[in-house]
């Protein structure tokens, strides 16, 4: 089968946007989003856009609040405190990339953990880790949805992650290990890597290299995720390609995610769950 992520996602989002209604029509309050964003990333900018039409689908007040590339972390950091400190606002994240001159580890670091819906602030990180509840990165709760809605029990199964990123392969790593699978991590420096994907029940591809994944990688049945994203010029433009070379793996799969149409509108979607969880836990704090 081929996960279509755009219908996960509508789905998933339909769940959100009938709970968070749910909330409205119960406590008058309403779950918010705030997103910093620097300088004129274009990419980002799109990205951005993408996550604010998103929400208000599902009724979740959305705001962004812009620097120019030249804010200095002092300001950058204000406007954190800022967000923290709102009542209204209950998600928050810093959109990447940031600035050289910017240290990504200190700024995140300064988001209150309750409200860390892209999970990469230390405590949630050390939290998933430790098996403990946690905010989740958005895409690798996305592809760990994806994984276990073709198969609910996944314990005993191999699992292979090609990336080793705190992004994604790290916290995909850990959710998987929570299933009982047993986990590989495979990177620029892991040798024979082919040997590796080929015994893989699960296969994580999120390494940014086009098509590196081929259809003799593949194990028969294996559950196959690709995260990747990498234009490839053509003669006329170009064209997006993940990490897996789908015609030829297609074939051979249980399952498998487009590039486009996959993991991308997912990972948006578990943003807006992110958000919602975040509320629900801060208004209980709040409530007690």
Not at 4 to 20: R, S, Y
Not at 235 to 240: A, E, L, Q, S
Request: proline letters at 4%.
């Amino acid at each position: 089968m081929i996960i279509d992520g755009k219908k996960f996602a509508q789905k998933l989002k339909n769940k959100i946007k009938k709970e968070v209604q749910s909330i409205k029509n119960k406590t008058k309050l309403t779950p918010g989003l705030a997103v910093i964003f620097v300088g004129h990333h274009t990419p980002s900018e799109i990205y951005v856009r993408k996550k604010q039409i998103s929400a208000k689908e599902v009724g979740i007040n959305f705001k962004v609040l812009r620097f120019k590339n030249s804010v200095t972390e002092k300001k950058l950091i204000l406007g954190i405190q800022k967000f923290n400190k709102d009542k209204k606002i209950h998600g928050i994240l810093v959109q990447l990339p940031l600035p050289n001159h910017i240290n990504n580890q200190k700024i995140i670091g300064k988001i209150d953990p309750r409200k860390d819906v892209d999970g990469f602030h230390p405590i949630n990180v050390g939290n998933l880790s430790s098996g403990k509840d946690a905010l989740v990165p958005c895409t690798p709760l996305g592809c760990y949805l994806m994984i276990k809605s073709v198969r609910k029990n996944l314990a005993g199964l191999s699992a292979l992650i090609i990336g080793r990123s705190n992004l994604n392969g790290k916290p995909m790593a850990q959710l998987l290990l929570k299933e009982d699978c047993t986990v590989t991590i495979g990177h620029s420096k892991t040798k024979n890597l082919k040997a590796l994907c080929k015994k893989a029940d699960i296969v994580v591809a999120a390494v940014g290299r086009a098509n590196l994944v081929k259809g003799d990688w593949i194990k028969k049945g294996a559950i196959v995720i690709d995260v990747g994203i990498n234009r490839v010029e053509k003669k006329k433009g170009y064209k997006i390609v993940g990490d897996v070379e789908f015609k030829s793996v297609v074939k051979k799969v249980r399952a498998i995610t487009p590039v486009p149409g996959g993991v991308g509108p997912v990972t948006i979607a578990c943003l807006l769950s992110n958000t919602l969880k975040a509320f629900k836990s801060i208004n209980l704090l709040l409530s007690k």
